[in-house]
């Protein structure tokens, strides 16, 4: 079982149907990063210089054949030298500037056709006009979620490809925040469909959230 597999309690994630406000029971404090705006930017790339290192397997045989180059999933993206410029005539929106750089997986065959990867990055400077709150005790941050996918290229140099890509970089207005927010309350979890026995009674019997207490708190000791 899960939240959407053979679950009809109505304590559950969904689409809401009928009056959205029935079953809100509380307002409950959450902390995370709220985002106060974003951009898109899309791009084609040509010309791109990609020079790799971390050979795998080691000490392919040269020249090598350009299979494709993405970013690496395991090493997102960051952005640096970043500048916040408030408008002079627009003072709650600033021109933002910071240089993006993209780790990349770059795959290819060597001269033996035995196919390796190595790895690269993609820099890209980035300028964009985006709302930016006053200065708080919470500082804002200047986050990115960015992509470089290639399909096209060649090896160039040393040690070096040359490609055609296709760039995607979202840049965000970010702060960590405590936000106060209707809530239904805990979810339902259902048991997986299969699964051990309760083998740790007592633990298990308890709740599996804490309990709070309902309805108006008295604060006063009288």
Known sequence: MSFFINNNNSSRPGPLNNNPTAGLCEKAVIETDKVFDAALS???ETGVILNVTNYDPANPAMPLTFVSAEGDVNNPATIDNVVISRLTDRPNFATVTGTVTIPVIVTYRDA???LG???SSVTYPINAILYVPQPSLNPVRIEV???FRSQIGSYTAENTFTVTGCLQI???VVARVMLLIPSYGYPCIQPVQVGEANTCPGIFDQPLFPTSIRGNVNLNNN
């Open 117 to 119: 990867t190595a790895t």
């Open 170 to 172: 979202i840049i965000k």
């Open 42 to 44: 899309q791009s084609t």
């Open 112 to 114: 033996n056709g035995i």
């Open 145 to 147: 979620n960015a992509q």
